[in-house]
């Protein structure tokens, strides 16, 4: 196996900041598809609540039935959870922008322009 030269060097490495990039801009589109939908799920069902005890008002006064108030009772704390963020998700972001932020650093260190 012969040795590269540092111009194939830089060329390899930037082909890997390339891809660093495409995953990580999956990875967060994957996520925002995500909590677009589980979002759009929970505005829909909760539209006519502002908070939860506006579902146990409406269940006392027999405007929903004790099924309908549990299913709403879930999807509130449903929503609440995604409002806290996804801890893997975050740690392979922070992961990859690591990565992505070596591979940077490799380029410029051999000689090489970034573009970003």
């Not at 409002?83 to 932020?101: A, K, N």
Request: with cysteine; net charge negative; hydrophobic share 30%.
């Amino acid at each position: 196996m012969r040795s590269m030269s540092t111009a194939e060097l830089i060329e390899l490495q930037k082909w890997w900041l390339g891809e660093l990039s495409q995953i990580t801009r999956k990875l967060m589109d994957q996520e925002e598809k995500r909590q677009n939908k589980s979002n759009a799920k929970h505005d829909k069902a909760l539209e006519d609540f502002r908070k939860r005890d506006d579902i146990l008002d409406a269940y006392g006064f027999g405007c929903i039935t004790e099924k309908q108030k549990d299913r709403l009772m879930d999807l509130w704390d449903e929503r609440e959870k995604q409002s806290i963020p996804d801890q893997v998700y975050q740690d392979r972001i922070g992961l990859i922008t690591e990565f992505y932020e070596l591979a940077k650093g490799i380029i410029r260190d051999n000689g090489g322009e970034v573009y970003s």
